[in-house]
């Protein structure tokens, strides 16, 4: 190794948000290639996996058919929007909202966050694959959550 030399750094952005048309003929796109990360963490594996049992799906169809055209592959995105839209909605919505937020404003949430009671919701509600369905049992055990609300982005 001490003779190793490297030839080539590469990098990029986590792509957040989800493809407009992650589809085209005879293509179809999967996992960070179609932005399916969860936008609060930059994780994807779940996602990403449950994304790419959907592209298999439509793959067999196309490949049963012999088509592999949109007339086939957009079964695909539409899949992908009712399974998955709302979650990666969210997890924007979640991620400008922090984003927006002062040093001392998300600091006040944080530690907000960190009393038993909403412990407790957290942990009885809380899925780190669909947190989405944490907030309105946050909001119901804590309204003062919304007050986050007033630094969202219009």
């Not at 049963?64 to 079964?75: A, D, G, N, P």
């Not at 909202?97 to 407790?120: A, C, G, P, V």
Request: aromatic share 10%.
């Amino acid at each position: 190794m001490q003779h190793a030399k490297i030839k080539q750094y590469i990098g990029g952005t986590i792509p957040l948000g989800m493809v407009k048309q992650p589809v085209h003929d005879q293509v179809m796109l999967v996992g960070d290639a179609a932005a399916q990360v969860k936008p609060t963490s930059g994780g994807g594996i779940y996602s990403g996996l449950c994304c790419a049992s959907l592209c298999a799906d439509t793959a067999i169809q196309a490949i049963q058919k012999q088509v592999y055209s949109m007339s086939v592959l957009r079964s695909y995105p539409k899949r992908l929007k009712s399974e998955f839209g709302k979650e990666l909605i969210w997890g924007m919505r979640v991620r400008r909202l922090f984003t927006h937020l002062s040093d001392d404003d998300f600091n006040k949430y944080i530690h907000q966050l960190n009393r038993s009671k909403i412990i407790e919701t957290i942990n009885k509600y809380g899925d780190i694959d669909y947190p989405s369905r944490l907030f309105a049992p946050l909001i119901t055990k804590d309204p003062s959550f919304l007050m986050a609300m007033k630094h969202y982005p219009h």
